[in-house]
């Protein structure tokens, strides 16, 4: 019953902020499919997880190509060189946003792969390392995807949802290392 409140609540959103409904539907699966996982170990889960955060990075590049590409716009030399252009003297909005949201990733992500690894090490294996392994990675996704959208409030939501998550593992990994 919930997912179905929550499925209704993003389909309001979506038309509210002209969002591709295939994104939220593929995060709404993405956390069933999660949901599933439960029933395998922690390091099944957190394989998906840092695999699924991979996917979004990989795509944040792909986004940033396609606008420079679709414009024309190179703003190394080299790069406006190869194609026979002039480099322009400045990044696409769009671009400068994606690099914004890599840098943001970038404070987070590589914390989160430590923080998860050491919990997979010291063999933390509950069901509330899973949950927030998964909240982790989808509220990244939805931070990306907020970002480069440029939607208020749910891009800080997302944010600090990630962040309490990295401290709920840390707060995990120094009660079982007391």
Request: hydrophobic content about 55%.
């Amino acid at each position: 019953m919930i997912w179905k409140i929550n499925l209704i609540f993003l389909i309001k959103i979506l038309t509210k902020n002209n969002l591709n409904i295939k994104t939220y539907v593929f995060i709404i699966f993405f956390a069933a499919y999660l949901g599933r996982c439960f029933m395998y170990n922690l390091l099944h889960i957190y394989a998906l997880c840092i695999t699924a955060l991979f996917i979004k990075m990989f795509a944040i590049s792909c986004y940033q190509g396609y606008f420079r590409i679709k414009n024309k716009a190179f703003k190394n030399k080299e790069d406006a060189q190869y194609l026979n252009m002039n480099a322009h003297p400045e990044e696409l909005p769009q671009v400068v946003r994606a690099s914004q949201a890599w840098a943001n990733d970038l404070e987070n992500i590589p914390v989160f792969w430590v923080l998860g690894g050491i919990c997979i090490a010291l063999n933390l294996n509950t069901t509330l390392i899973a949950w927030t392994f998964s909240v982790f990675t989808i509220a990244r996704i939805a931070h990306t995807i907020t970002y480069l959208v440029g939607i208020q409030p749910w891009r800080t939501i997302s944010y600090i949802t990630g962040i309490v998550c990295l401290f709920i593992l840390t707060f995990i990994i120094i009660l079982a290392c007391l």
